[in-house]
């Protein structure tokens, strides 16, 4: 998570400033307004993976995989971030910049943010009522973590390491752990 760049703002305000942004992107968290930094080689693959295999998969569902440039709104704890990938089966236009669901919330994980995407992050996406999967993919080590939520709210964890196959059941998808990794050279930093 990057530096908080002031000490509270309003929403409205937050929204004015990235539109007038032009370089930089900026998450908004409960009043604070934090900075996003650039991620490493790992980091931009592992999103592509993801998103090209949510995306081949989807075509022709009513649901699309966004990433990078789309805001995702948690209206219940007042936040808007960039996830990595999200898929979200709501009615999108080509206006808006900002969706307020997803059914399923990918985080690519950097020595950085890890501590916050597993604890904060997740605390406020865990409040979309239609979110189903949160899914924490490691760029340090060939590591995935779904966390699914059951029938009754709770939420369970499942890990996938090298040469599992990733399960994605809110999209009914199985992608092979080694196909998210592919390119990925963990000796180049």
């Excluded at 709770?154 to 092979?176: M, T």
Aim: with cysteine.
């Amino acid at each position: 998570m990057g530096k908080a760049l002031k000490n509270w703002i309003a929403a409205e305000e937050y929204l004015a400033l990235e539109m007038a942004a032009k370089e930089g992107r900026a998450e908004y968290f409960a009043g604070e307004i934090y900075s996003m930094s650039g991620g490493s080689q790992a980091h931009n693959i592992l999103t592509g993976n993801m998103f090209v295999a949510l995306r081949q998969h989807l075509k022709g569902s009513p649901c699309r995989a966004f990433f990078n440039d789309i805001r995702l709104r948690v209206d219940a704890a007042n936040c808007y971030f960039y996830p990595d990938v999200f898929v979200s089966c709501q009615a999108s236009s080509n206006t808006t910049h900002t969706l307020n669901s997803a059914k399923l919330v990918v985080e690519v994980l950097s020595p950085s943010t890890s501590a916050y995407d597993k604890s904060s992050k997740f605390d406020a996406y865990r409040k979309l009522a239609d979110l189903q999967e949160y899914v924490l993919v490691d760029s340090e080590q060939q590591r995935v973590e779904v966390y699914r939520r059951a029938t009754g709210g709770d939420w369970i964890y499942h890990a996938y390491l090298a040469g599992d196959d990733v399960k994605l059941a809110s999209v009914e998808l199985i992608v092979a752990s080694n196909d998210i990794y592919d390119g990925v050279d963990f000796s180049v930093e």
